[in-house]
């Protein structure tokens, strides 16, 4: 496939902003005023109460002063809807009524005109498809304000269903009516393509050979939304006052029937497993607050974002999958789960838990009364009217959330007092969840918390679980003590550049925290993370870090509140660098670089452990000893070697 060169893509973009005014884009999100030369307004992508973010018209740029995001028009796309680079472009292009170049849309190359033709038809198929779901959400809409049974339904749930402004404007919500091809023959009416609207699973062909029928019928309509605001699917719940004898067009009459609730199917625009509703309504709210709330059912969403919870999302028809997961991680970093209190609700709630576990999110688990819905808790569930003390009591309910793993391993520790055998079984299930913890410091951590609670060892958790704990004593040999205060012999104040480097790839994450697990696996053993850092203030904040994972959040969401948490100035600036970057600080390879120099070290410092400890073998005349030390420190010299090797420049 050909790929479009950089002048060509450079003259798209420049297309684009000719086109498009990145004011007009932007005020769709902010509200914004003119000031001096630019305009400014509210940061849609954190809280604030005063404005620091701006425009600028003639650059077509924008900033934000207080969390430092900027770029063009396309970084503004991609921010807001937390979208792919292509899938920016297209979501423009198709705003200014422009043909992305062949190149981009991977139409192929010039020489391949026949996958040119395929690709630009699929592309084709795509907007129609997106259309026709468009054209049958506003029918249902159009239905809705004409079926009297369905509006008191959805006021029963606490939303005014024909209001100007609210939440089923927002949701776009409607209803379809009892009969059996309503959507069908608008469809046909209209001249849609029916063969493509049965593909999206709006109407099906009738065996009886006598047209098409609709696939939704009877229920309370929720159009499901990608994160550009597109139709891709719908889901319904029945309407029981609607559900009545219908004529099948062959002299016989049937009762509507179906399941309370159902679902588009899978298309080639819509897969479920990647797909929340409500996410597009609650993206900006989500990153707001930099939490997720996820429940169940499209009411729970309505409910909760009604009460004023906006940053509330539901999978659709499906169980949590990897792929929500990374959706989610563009916009927010904890997510809060508030599924029902029955027996379902918490085996979806273990199921989401321990995906998150092995995809490195630690969930958070929130409890609903018994038998209480999330929006019954705000609006009362036979009239509909809002709870005098409703949004106090979701808001107590949410705050009140726990991580998902250490309620259960709670429980766990409760459930091992039975006896040996109940023990025994506590063990397994934890190290089970442990095994799964795709976090090595976070799982370390709740070994030795879990193995206290239960009273025996760390390793005796940890080999269950098949994982070696970083901090085993080595037999016959006195445990390295953490430096803390002063630095040891060898050490230095001075805060050299390597150490630098590895402190702005911890504070970035991302894909330096693969580079950074595999180097705390490689360090000597009693040694944590922290041990890369030399500079006494570094170390206390990275550890405290790594036995508290919280303090770089806080940090990241409020440092003007953290500040004071780090001693060292020179600390503070290098954390604050990494934090307000806009791109990676380093190159992965020079990250990679820096953390093995920094593990160099770490040997090179335990070797002076290992050496008293051989000197005081020779004082006490411990042959036996003394010959294992000797093993163990002509080892550790090669270890030494083996990552000093790599650096042949001084810092």
Not at 322 to 341: A, N
Request: net charge neutral; proline share 5%; hydrophobic share 40%.
């Amino acid at each position: 496939m050909a790929r479009i060169s950089d002048s060509g893509l450079q003259s798209f973009k420049q297309e684009l902003r000719n086109r498009l005014s990145i004011l007009d884009v932007v005020g769709e999100h902010v509200v914004l005023r003119k000031s001096g030369a630019n305009h400014m307004g509210l940061c849609p992508f954190h809280s604030e109460r005063s404005p620091s973010f701006t425009v600028n018209e003639s650059k077509q740029m924008f900033h934000c002063f207080g969390c430092k995001k900027g770029g063009d028009l396309i970084t503004f796309v991609m921010e807001i809807h937390g979208l792919g680079f292509m899938e920016a472009l297209e979501e423009l292009a198709e705003r200014a009524k422009m043909a992305l170049p062949r190149e981009l849309a991977g139409a192929g190359s010039k020489d391949d005109p026949e996958r040119a033709k395929m690709r630009e038809e699929e592309r084709e198929k795509v907007q129609t498809a997106l259309k026709l779901n468009r054209f049958a959400a506003a029918f249902y809409r159009e239905r809705l304000s004409q079926i009297p049974e369905a509006q008191a339904y959805f006021r029963k749930r606490g939303i005014d269903p024909l209001a100007a402004q609210g939440i089923a404007r927002n949701f776009y919500l409607g209803a379809s009516p009892g009969g059996w091809d309503g959507l069908a023959r608008h469809l046909s009416q209209a001249k849609a393509p029916l063969g493509l609207a049965q593909e999206l699973g709006l109407i099906r062909s009738s065996q009886r050979g006598q047209g098409h029928f609709d696939m939704f019928r009877s229920r309370a309509m929720f159009p499901i939304l990608d994160l550009r605001g597109k139709v891709v699917a719908f889901g319904g719940r029945t309407i029981p006052e609607l559900s009545v004898a219908t004529s099948t067009g062959d002299g016989k009459e049937e009762k509507e029937a179906g399941p309370k609730y159902l679902n588009s199917s899978e298309s080639f625009v819509f897969r479920k497993g990647k797909v929340a509703y409500g996410l597009f309504q609650a993206q900006k709210h989500i990153r707001e607050s930099d939490e997720i709330i996820l429940v169940e059912g499209y009411f729970d969403v309505l409910g909760l974002h009604a009460g004023g919870f906006e940053n509330a999302v539901a999978t659709c028809g499906t169980a949590l999958t990897p792929d929500h997961l990374h959706v989610f991680k563009r916009l927010g970093s904890r997510v809060v789960l508030l599924f029902d209190s029955d027996r379902a609700g918490e085996e979806a709630t273990d199921r989401a838990m321990e995906l998150g576990l092995q995809h490195g999110w630690v969930l958070y688990g929130a409890t609903l009364p018994k038998g209480v819905d999330p929006d019954e808790v705000i609006f009362d569930r036979d009239t509909g009217a809002p709870l005098s003390d409703g949004r106090d009591r979701m808001r107590d309910i949410l705050k009140a959330s726990q991580p998902l793993i250490d309620v259960r391993m709670g429980e766990a520790v409760k459930a091992a007092s039975g006896g040996p055998e109940a023990l025994s079984l506590s063990i397994k299930k934890i190290a089970g969840w442990l095994k799964m913890f795709s976090d090595p410091v976070g799982r370390e951590v709740r070994i030795r918390s879990a193995s206290q609670a239960l009273g025996v060892e760390p390793r005796l958790l940890a080999s269950s679980a098949g994982i070696t704990l970083q901090a085993e004593s080595v037999r016959g040999r006195p445990q390295p003590k953490p430096m803390v205060g002063p630095p040891q012999a060898g050490s230095s104040l001075v805060w050299g550049k390597q150490e630098q480097v590895v402190l702005r790839g911890l504070v970035w994450g991302k894909e330096f925290s693969e580079v950074l697990a595999q180097g705390r696996a490689q360090l000597p053993p009693g040694m944590g993370i922290w041990e890369l850092f030399e500079h006494p203030e570094a170390r206390q904040w990275v550890e405290r870090v790594s036995i508290d994972p919280k303090v770089l959040e806080n940090f990241r969401s409020a440092p003007e509140t953290s500040i004071s948490e780090v001693g060292s100035r020179q600390v503070l600036t290098t954390i604050t660098e990494a934090l307000f970057c806009q791109e990676a600080p380093h190159r992965l390879e020079d990250f990679q670089r820096a953390v093995k120099r920094q593990i160099g070290r770490a040997w090179a410092r335990f070797s002076q452990h290992v050496k008293k400890s051989l000197a005081a073998a020779e004082a006490n005349q411990d042959a036996e000893l003394q010959a294992k030390l000797m093993q163990e420190y002509i080892d550790v010299q090669r270890k030494i070697k083996e990552f000093t090797s790599f650096y042949d420049e001084a810092e």
